[in-house]
């Protein structure tokens, strides 16, 4: 059931992100971004198959970890990625705030029409 729902998950958090991306709204499209990064780190860690081996661990005098250890680098990338997210997010969710009080909505402007060919 486990590897049944992480592609549904992974699927439904990047169909509602590419969903808001299409918004008009700044906000939607951090959000439609923020989904989208959560999806990519579902799917990452799915890939690596959270299997129940034993942690990585080395123990005194030895020099490898034991034979079929997890792989801890596949946590480590979601980890920083999650972090990286966190931070890039607070900072756009500052300038649209910025951009609220200047212009007193979040919309995107349309293209003019003398710029699409």
Known sequence: MLSLATPLLVGVLGACGLLLLMRRRLLELVLGVALLGHAANLMLLGAARDLPDPAPLVAPGELLPPAGHAD??????????IVIGLGVQAFVLALVRRQAQLRGDDLVDPPATGDVP
């Open 72 to 81: 801890p680098v596949p946590q480590a990338l979601v980890l920083t990625a």
